[in-house]
């Protein structure tokens, strides 16, 4: 994130984009010229912190669940639209299996 200009004019897409370190990153993305889509069950987290920072064009923020198959295809078709298709995706999200996972 510190080589100027390297995400002007680029679409990114950033998924657990609410809290902890997808907030961070979303924060810090706010400040760069790309066209930012910030993505979280709960849009809300994410609508109150961008609220604080400066207004910007190109971004656009979704409560896309991204266990849901058919949720994740409407959004890639609407970003791919009004932003083109993503340059730079970060997966950020936690997706539970709903089971305990005991490793070893």
């Known amino acids: 994130m510190n080589t100027p ?3 002007d004019g680029k679409t990114v897409l950033l998924t657990g984009a609410s809290t902890g370190i997808g907030k961070a990153l ?6 760069t010229k ?10 809300e987290l ?3 912190f961008v609220t604080s920072q400066p207004k910007r064009e190109n971004l656009i923020i979704s409560g ?11 959004l890639l ?3 791919t639209q ?3 298709q993503p340059d730079i ?3 950020n999200a936690g997706v539970s299996l709903g089971e305990n996972m005991k490793f070893g």
């Open 46 to 48: 994410i609508s109150e």
């Open 82 to 84: 009004k932003m083109g």
């Open 26 to 31: 979303a924060i810090k993305l706010m400040h």
């Open 64 to 74: 896309c669940d991204v266990s849901d198959k058919e949720a994740v295809s409407q």
């Open 34 to 43: 790309c066209k930012l889509v910030l993505v979280a069950r709960r849009r």
């Open 89 to 91: 995706v970060i997966l």
């Open 77 to 79: 078709e609407e970003v």
């Open 5 to 7: 200009g390297f995400y």
